[in-house]
């Protein structure tokens, strides 16, 4: 994979191919703690990552209580899961971006040397045909913060006319994410470690799905699952939980209910 590497001193470009998704990978990083033997630069600053920690307590703490009817209702509120599930497995994309751009960052680290600073990296689009085609699909820009060779949770991002493949009911759909959005893996990890199965993104632009255009929205989700944060008011809110088998609940304060068929909701 080509990528263009620019450090603090400038560095060389290297001209993107046709075929390449990470682009670019701006290292506005120092080298910090290092051994005594080795003369080091003072710590690079650590950009301000995105703080997710409320907006996953509400996953974690539904606050509405329903019924069997009120719950069916709540269901038919919401936008179609099916087609939120797709896009956000879509836009799940980003991830690439930081697996990538933090193993290359990891090639400057080793026992006796600490990374710590900002990655900003620049990933093209693969588009929603079957084969991907980079260049003319849109792009996400990320930044990343590292801190003692460690990837921190929140990463920050910019989709511009971001086209991807997504898949509903064993159908490919087109996807295109735009406008802000920022991420939580829950905890940090390593510069050489893939990035956690489980991830937060909270999209403050649109995420357009075959033309079902949705926006300022949540989900959480691993491969088995999806969770979707639906709010009623300023003060209730319950989670839809998809599983990957299809299967539709919705979490309240107190109780699950399971919503698979559309059309009644029953306590699980």
Same mark, same amino acid.
């Given at each position: 994979?080509?990528?263009?590497?620019?450090?603090?001193?400038?560095?060389?470009?290297?001209?993107?191919?046709?075929?390449?998704?990470?682009?670019?990978?701006?290292?506005? &990083?120092?080298?910090?703690?290092? #051994? *005594? /033997?080795?003369?080091?630069?003072?710590? !690079?600053?650590?950009?301000? @990552?995105?703080? %997710?920690?409320?907006?996953?307590?509400?996953?974690?703490?539904?606050?509405?209580?329903?019924?069997?009817?009120?719950?069916?209702?709540?269901?038919?509120?919401?936008?179609?899961?099916?087609?939120?599930?797709?896009?956000?497995? &879509?836009?799940?994309?980003?991830? #690439? *971006? /930081?697996?990538?751009?933090?193993?290359? !960052?990891?090639?400057?680290? @080793?026992?006796? %040397?600490?990374?710590?600073?900002?990655?900003?990296?620049?990933?093209?689009?693969?588009?929603?045909?079957?084969?991907?085609?980079?260049?003319?699909?849109?792009?996400?820009?990320?930044?990343?913060?590292?801190?003692?060779?460690?990837?921190?949770?929140?990463?920050?991002?910019?989709?511009?006319?971001?086209?991807?493949?997504?898949?509903?009911?064993?159908?490919?759909?087109?996807?295109?994410?735009?406008?802000?959005?920022?991420?939580?893996?829950?905890?940090?990890?390593?510069?050489?470690?893939?990035?956690?199965?489980?991830?937060?993104?909270?999209?403050?632009?649109?995420?357009?799905?075959?033309?079902?255009?949705?926006?300022?929205?949540?989900?959480?989700?691993?491969?088995?699952?999806?969770?979707?944060?639906?709010?009623?008011?300023?003060?209730?809110?319950?989670?839809?939980?998809?599983?990957?088998?299809?299967?539709?609940?919705?979490?309240?304060?107190?109780?699950?209910?399971?919503?698979?068929?559309?059309?009644?909701?029953?306590?699980?």
């Amino acid at each position: 994979m080509l990528l263009a590497v620019h450090s603090l001193a400038g560095g060389t470009v290297d001209e993107p191919s046709q075929l390449s998704a990470l682009t670019r990978l701006d290292l506005f &990083a120092l080298l910090a703690g290092c #051994s *005594g /033997v080795l003369a080091c630069a003072g710590a !690079a600053d650590i950009p301000n @990552t995105p703080d %997710l920690s409320t907006l996953e307590a509400q996953y974690d703490q539904p606050t509405a209580t329903l019924d069997q009817t009120t719950a069916l209702e709540t269901l038919n509120a919401m936008p179609s899961l099916q087609e939120i599930t797709a896009g956000f497995r &879509a836009a799940g994309y980003a991830r #690439s *971006g /930081v697996d990538d751009g933090g193993a290359e !960052a990891g090639q400057s680290s @080793t026992s006796r %040397l600490n990374v710590q600073g900002s990655l900003k990296v620049t990933v093209r689009c693969p588009g929603d045909a079957a084969t991907p085609g980079y260049g003319s699909n849109g792009a996400l820009e990320l930044t990343i913060g590292v801190e003692k060779n460690l990837v921190k949770r929140g990463i920050g991002g910019q989709a511009t006319h971001c086209v991807l493949r997504g898949n509903v009911l064993g159908q490919p759909v087109r996807v295109e994410l735009d406008g802000p959005l920022a991420i939580d893996f829950g905890h940090d990890f390593g510069l050489r470690q893939k990035s956690p199965d489980r991830i937060l993104m909270n999209i403050r632009g649109s995420l357009d799905i075959q033309g079902y255009d949705v926006r300022n929205l949540s989900a959480r989700w691993t491969e088995e699952r999806l969770e979707y944060l639906f709010v009623m008011n300023d003060t209730d809110w319950v989670v839809a939980v998809v599983t990957a088998d299809g299967t539709v609940s919705i979490k309240d304060k107190t109780s699950v209910w399971g919503c698979s068929d559309g059309q009644t909701c029953s306590k699980l």
